[in-house]
């Protein structure tokens, strides 16, 4: 298969864009534009899968570029998606039910190239230490909660809530580095760990 000469990354996130990068693959950024309401009783499985082929498919029909990567993130717990959240209430909730309880985090990743079209779903197990509510509190003046499913960042000071993770870590923050990585090169695109030194 022939290498595409440019990669599309559809999405909003620039940690999503910074995973990425680290794979040596030379991508532009485009957000696509769609409705993010999960369904009712929709899977968050099922709803992560959803997310990313629509993505896909809305920028497929805008624009035209040989490949096309999109993905969505969210975080289960309790067989419930905890999103983004909208406030600051919102967020305070989500952190005190991941508080010493161990949650999933689930990212669905789609790549077009052509017309051909695969798909992937990573999950990853975390486990929080307990969180007291001054802790919470405290996290919740900071900038990190906000834009992230379930309210916290790993790659941040979220980092010290956890204490024990089963599986990827780039996954979490929202892009599975060696899936995502196999997926490419599985599909003819070249990825260069030194290229993304250069």
């Keep these: 298969m022939t290498t595409p000469t440019a990669l599309l990354l559809g999405s909003a996130s ?4 910074e995973l990425l990068a680290q794979l040596g693959v030379g991508f532009e950024v485009r957000a696509a534009d769609i409705d993010e309401t999960p369904a009712a ?9 959803r997310m990313a082929r629509e993505k896909a498919r809305a920028l497929a029909a805008v624009t035209r570029v040989p490949a096309l990567l999109t993905a969505d993130t969210t975080v289960v717990l309790d067989g419930h998606s ?16 991941l508080s010493g309880r161990s949650h999933a985090v689930c990212t669905a990743v789609c790549l077009q190239v052509g017309d051909a079209v695969r798909e992937l779903l990573v999950t990853t197990a975390v486990e929080f230490a307990p969180l007291p509510a001054r802790l919470i509190d405290a996290y919740l003046e900071t900038d990190e909660p906000w834009d992230k499913a379930g ?30 990585r196999e997926l490419l090169e599985d599909c003819g695109i070249t990825t260069s760990v030194a290229g993304a030194r250069a």
């Design 41 to 49: 009783g929709e899977d968050p499985r099922d709803y992560v899968r």
């Design 82 to 97: 905890l999103g983004k959240p909208g406030a600051p209430a919102e967020a305070r909730q989500m952190l005190a039910a």
């Design 151 to 180: 309210a916290y960042a790993i790659q941040g000071l979220a980092g010290s809530f956890v204490r024990r993770i089963d599986g990827s870590v780039s996954n979490v923050i929202g892009l599975p580095l060696a899936e995502t």
């Design 14 to 17: 620039p940690r999503r864009a």
